[in-house]
């Protein structure tokens, strides 16, 4: 069994409800991990960074 502190388990559940509610890849979720604050849990400042991030990954305009 494994124990975690209190911050360990606040990030995981955060990753957890990002996953299941905007159905977000790992990937994305770290990188709005690392631009917000680790306790940061304002969804308009949330839904910004995901804008963000998800127009930094879009591809669909790259020249193949």
Avoid: G
């Avoid at 995981?12 to 890849?25: D, S």
């Amino acid at each position: 069994m494994a124990y975690y502190d209190a911050t360990t388990v606040s990030r995981i559940k955060r990753i957890k409800q990002l996953q299941r509610t905007r159905y977000l890849p790992l990937k994305v979720i770290k990188e709005i991990l690392v631009d917000n604050a680790p306790s940061a849990s304002d969804d308009q400042q949330v839904s910004e960074t995901i804008i963000r991030v998800m127009r930094l990954n879009d591809t669909s305009d790259a020249i193949t």
